[in-house]
């Protein structure tokens, strides 16, 4: 069992930055594909960011896209969200997540969830 611990929410402002961490524990998270989810208030988790096991491939929500940069460094076991330019509807918690085998976007695919962080873009 891996365990995923997100830190880095916050309150900012609308045109802010603000960069999430997600924290693997164990020796094997290099050979894990990870991912970034979303859940805003009242609605459904949605997929954000995924990074294959090398960082080498990426892929991002079209809502995202252009403003959220996901990226890992295995040897310090970590995958970070740097979210830029971020607009009120960008409020949600965040998950981090691992699915099993390589790069995927379903969330039915993950099988390891971190507990989440909450992110709040005020107006």
């Known amino acids: 069992q891996v365990q995923l611990v997100e830190s880095g929410g916050g309150l900012v402002q609308a045109g802010g930055s603000l960069r999430l961490s997600c924290a693997a524990s164990g020796r094997t998270f290099s050979a894990y594909a990870m991912g970034w989810f979303r859940q805003p208030p009242g609605k459904e988790r949605e997929f954000v960011a995924a990074?294959?096991?090398?960082?080498?491939?990426?892929n991002y929500a079209d809502s995202v896209k252009g403003r959220f940069t996901i990226s890992r460094d295995n040897a310090k076991m970590t995958v970070y969200l740097q979210m830029n330019s971020l607009k009120p509807e960008d409020t949600a918690v965040y998950y981090c997540a691992a699915p099993l085998g390589g790069l995927r976007t379903g969330i039915n695919e993950y099988h390891y969830w971190g507990q989440g962080t909450q992110v709040t873009v005020s107006s």
């Open positions: 990074i294959n096991w090398s960082g080498g491939s990426t």
